[in-house]
């Protein structure tokens, strides 16, 4: 399935064809044909970029929207994908979510194998780190899958195909969380996705962090990052919640909590923003989160108006 995915065929950014490998370029650890080869993981290594609390945004997150799911759940287990130089993140997003299921697992996937062996001492009851890349190498299928900062540096079309595959990884009623954020995790963009799609975006900022909501725009995910150009929806939404916050300058008397909830609240008469748990309403807002729907924002779309 194809929702969300450029329109008409034609070129994106990076030269690929939307929602196919760009022709010869299959991701590293595929065939031509598109097939994962048999004993390589799919994928590249990553910077690693990685420190203590970098991902917090989304954990809370996810912990909040899908806490139903992992308690609802048979024996959940849960993928954090291309972790990086170091455990910390993964055996924080195994705290959090043993708070919500206290026999959740969680699998920390990585293609460098010297990051596996660095990892591997942390190890413990429930939390585990394997060699791999979005073949997802574990011993039954994901829940959860949380990737952040892993598809950055492929195509547009490559960032497509990987999720087709991580997609097909998933447990019935699973979910992928795929976004990107800054080094110290104060800005942030994720996009939510099931076995039929990416579903929402979600922005987050530490509130004291930016000047205007457009400069979160560095932090979209990578089938965003590139329609920030006039005549995209997501371009348009980045233009609307600046003038939104313009307009709720004067609730910056009272911080910058007060005046990003009002901009939202003023953005949700023009925008579908989630307006009510678990997705929305003030509870999240004030967190320096909002909410969309992917068609919203999806690539292709003429913008509202």
């Given at each position: ?89 993964t055996s924080e997003l195994f705290d959090r979510l043993r708070r919500v299921r206290p ?101 987050s900022a530490r509130l004291a962090g930016f000047e205007h909501p457009s400069d979160l ?89």
């Amino acid at each position: 399935m194809n929702a969300g995915r450029p329109r008409g065929g034609g070129p994106v950014p990076d030269g690929s064809t939307p929602g196919r490998s760009t022709p010869g370029r299959p991701m590293p650890g595929r065939s031509t044909q598109g097939r994962p080869v048999p004993g390589r993981p799919v994928g590249e290594i990553t910077r690693g970029t990685t420190g203590h609390n970098r991902l917090r945004r989304a954990d809370r997150w996810t912990a909040a929207v899908y806490g139903r799911l992992l308690v609802s759940a048979d024996r959940p287990l849960v993928v954090d994908l291309g972790y990086g130089a170091s455990h910390v993140t993964t055996s924080e997003l195994f705290d959090r979510l043993r708070r919500v299921r206290p026999d959740v697992e969680v699998v920390g996937v990585e293609i460098d194998p010297a990051r596996v062996a660095a990892a591997k001492p942390y190890e413990r009851p429930g939390l585990s780190f394997v060699r791999g890349g979005f073949e997802l190498p574990v011993g039954r299928r994901p829940l959860i899958v949380r990737a952040f900062n892993v598809l950055r540096q492929y195509g547009e079309a490559q960032a497509w195909e990987a999720w087709d595959l991580l997609r097909s990884r998933l447990a019935a009623g699973g979910v992928i969380v795929e976004g990107t954020c800054s080094e110290i995790g104060h800005r942030a963009a994720w996009v939510a996705l099931d076995a039929q799609g990416p579903r929402t975006v979600t922005l987050s900022a530490r509130l004291a962090g930016f000047e205007h909501p457009s400069d979160l725009a560095e932090r979209l995910p990578k089938a965003l990052i590139h329609r920030n150009v006039p005549g995209e929806r997501v371009h348009a939404f980045l233009r609307d919640f600046d003038h939104a916050w313009a307009l709720s300058a004067p609730y910056g008397a009272y911080g910058a909590r007060p005046r990003w909830t009002a901009a939202v609240e003023r953005l949700a008469a023009t925008w579908p923003v989630a307006t009510t748990p678990p997705l929305g309403g003030r509870r999240r807002w004030r967190l320096g989160e909002v909410t969309l729907p992917w068609s919203a924002l999806a690539p292709g779309a003429p913008p509202p108006g």
